[in-house]
């Protein structure tokens, strides 16, 4: 499975001017639930925000992957946001988090769901590629550099 | 070699030994002890500082310099002191402790309950480590280190692989292991490698083994490539060492008979193990060794408390044509004594503490066994949460090769060791091994607090 397959480009968000987690996960959902009817943005902030009681999602290296299941949608999909200044996600490094990868699941999705997960998980690995993401300026040059490094893996 | 600070608690036979093999390699060692007579020999004889007192009391630590230490290390002859003293140090500021206790179960069973409640970075039974050496030995085991997860159900072996080892031989998938079980990894030098069935180990190398504690023995005799089975097995001595030996033996050898000579202890340990043959009488007594056909015993194992009669009753069963022999010896003197003579395998509780000590220290104090490969790959144990993306998964499409492996499943207290069709359910207690580069991704996977 490719990130591209999955990634709904009109969600990304460039800069998200929000301070605390629920409102990156509040943004986030809300942008995706614009573009995607199957999605209730209300619903969604449960279900990840549920999620991230559990254990932040913030993986470490600035790097979080807020995920979660949704009744009513039909396949996955999944959203990029950035926040230059960075933001704190109970990251599991304890350090600010940068780079926001949502991925959102129907109810009964099986190994796909699991499969996307350790995929993202390796996708943010390379530092460069990390480095990049938050360099360039565009929403363009942001897909590209997704679609570059989707490409690699 | 920068001098370390080292703090023993306990100048008993482990602390004695310890605390004598440290200051002579140039570190300094300040021993605790409750006996004020033991001052003299700490000071003279071992070449260490003295404090005397209580352990598991605030001021003699601080008198000891825990704050400053590099080590504690807890090795009185009471587990509740040596408990307490361990939560006690890291208060005061000891940077980590080594905790010494008497029973097997307590490391093999509880071992992670311990060290969380007391602050322990390694919890050791001399008890445990005796019965692991003599098994290899008597066994031809290879067993370096043993790790127990899950409350004991999975054990993780790390073996030395010598030349005639079916993984030296044969290509991992070749090897026929018993189900339950699976080749982690194998270590050759400092690189860890996750094994595929093309991979075979180098005599010198050295293999991560899991297996549920039922079948792991099995794994091991066959990784060792001593695949019969013992005849008849002697155990003089009826003590908590010797039915462990004797547990840890009851696969393996076709009989299993204890020479005890306390009357009380004979009928205790008959009533408790039907299985073994209990013999009541005196271990050096020729005419009951000749009797009970010691003499063709395929091997006589002498534990009893005392050192004098595990030699006597070894030199004894050989007379009689006893064919390998084993002897447990407390005192250092005369276990290098004895070594030197060469007719028996000495083994050496404290000695074998004290190595396991040094061992943690020597590997930058990381207790666990995947650390020897450098910290390269490690275990995470969790549980399965209502809300954890791997609820209903199934693991085929969870794991990753050489990188994140489901390596156990405790589920309603029964461990197996799962295939990739194996489907996770809520609640379920999963043994993760996992390579440094994937526990983000385990984190992600499995989320929540490390289970117990």
């Known amino acids: 499975m490719k990130i591209m397959d999955i990634l709904v480009k009109e969600a990304v968000i460039l800069d998200l001017g929000v301070r605390s987690k629920r409102d990156v996960l509040s943004e986030m959902a809300n942008a995706l639930a614009k573009v995607e009817p199957q999605i209730e943005a209300e619903k ?48 599991i490094d304890g350090q600010p988090t940068q780079h926001f990868f949502l991925l ?32 360039v300026e565009t929403l363009h040059d942001v897909i590209d550099a997704i679609d570059e490094e989707d490409a690699k893996l | 070699m920068e001098a370390k600070r080292y703090i023993i608690m306990g100048a008993g036979e482990v602390g004695r030994y310890l605390a004598r093999t440290l200051s002579s390699e140039g570190h300094r060692v300040t021993v605790i002890d409750q006996d004020p007579a033991k001052r003299q020999l700490v000071e003279e004889q071992l070449d260490a500082r003295f404090v005397q007192g209580n352990g598991a009391h605030v001021p003699t630590l601080e008198a000891a310099g825990v704050a400053d230490s590099d080590l504690f290390v807890a090795a009185s002859s009471s587990d509740e002191a040596n408990l307490a003293a361990s939560l006690l140090a890291k208060r005061a500021g000891a940077p980590r402790t080594v905790v010494r206790v008497a029973t097997s179960e307590d490391v093999t069973r509880y071992g992670r309950t311990y060290e969380r409640a007391f602050g322990a970075d390694l919890l050791l039974s001399t008890q445990l480590l005796t019965t692991t050496r003599v098994l290899n030995h008597v066994l031809g085991y290879n067993t370096l280190e043993i790790e127990y997860l899950a409350g004991g159900a999975v054990q993780v072996r790390r073996t030395h692989i010598e030349a005639g080892s079916l993984l030296h031989e044969r290509r991992l998938s070749d090897v026929d292991l018993p189900r339950g079980s699976l080749v982690l990894a194998l270590i050759s030098g400092s690189r860890l490698i996750v094994p595929t069935g093309n991979d075979h180990a180098q005599p010198g190398d050295e293999a991560l083994v899991l297996g549920t504690s039922d ?10 490539g001593h695949a019969q089975t013992l005849g008849t097995v002697v155990i003089a001595g009826g003590g908590s060492t010797a039915r462990s030996v004797a547990t840890g033996l009851e696969r393996q050898a076709r009989t299993i008979k204890i020479i005890e000579q306390r009357r009380e202890r004979a009928e205790e340990l008959a009533a408790e193990f039907p299985q073994f043959e209990i013999l009541h009488g005196d271990a050096t007594d020729m005419s009951l060794l000749g009797a009970e056909g010691i003499g063709s015993a395929r091997a006589f194992i002498a534990l009893t408390g005392n050192d004098e009669t595990n030699l006597m009753a070894c030199l004894l069963a050989q007379e009689l044509g006893a064919q390998q022999l084993t002897a447990l010896v407390q005192k250092s ?41 450098n910290g390269a790959a490690q275990f995470i144990h969790r549980r399965v949460e209502r809300r954890s993306p791997t609820a209903g998964g199934r693991l085929g499409d969870i794991e990753i090769p050489q990188g994140l492996i489901v390596a156990a499943v405790l589920r309603n207290g029964k461990a197996e060791v799962p295939d ?33």
């Open chain 1, 44 to 91: 969604l902030i449960e279900v990840l925000l549920e999620r991230e009681a559990l254990q932040s999602t913030g993986i470490g290296e600035g790097v979080a992957i807020p995920h979660g299941k949704m009744v009513g949608l039909d396949r996955l999909v999944a959203s990029f946001a950035r926040s230059p200044q960075g933001i704190d996600f109970d990251s």
């Open chain 1, 104 to 135: 959102v699941v129907p109810e009964h999705s099986g190994g796909q769901y699991l499969k996307a997960l350790a995929r993202i998980s390796r996708f943010f690995r390379d530092p460069a590629f990390r480095e990049k993401l938050g360099a």
């Open chain 2, 215 to 224: 079948v792991i023995d099995e794994v091991e005799k066959k990784i060792s």
């Open chain 2, 333 to 373: 003197e005369t276990s290098s004594l004895w070594r030197k003579v060469g007719l028996l395998e000495v083994v050496s509780p404290r000695t074998i503490a004290a190595e396991r000590i040094r061992n943690y220290i020597n590997n930058n104090y990381e207790p666990h066994i995947v650390s020897f490969a």
């Open chain 2, 420 to 452: 990739g069709d194996y489907q996770l359910e809520i609640n379920d207690e999963v043994v993760l091994f996992v390579r440094e580069s994937e526990v983000s991704t385990a984190h992600l996977l499995f989320p929540g607090s490390e289970a117990e």
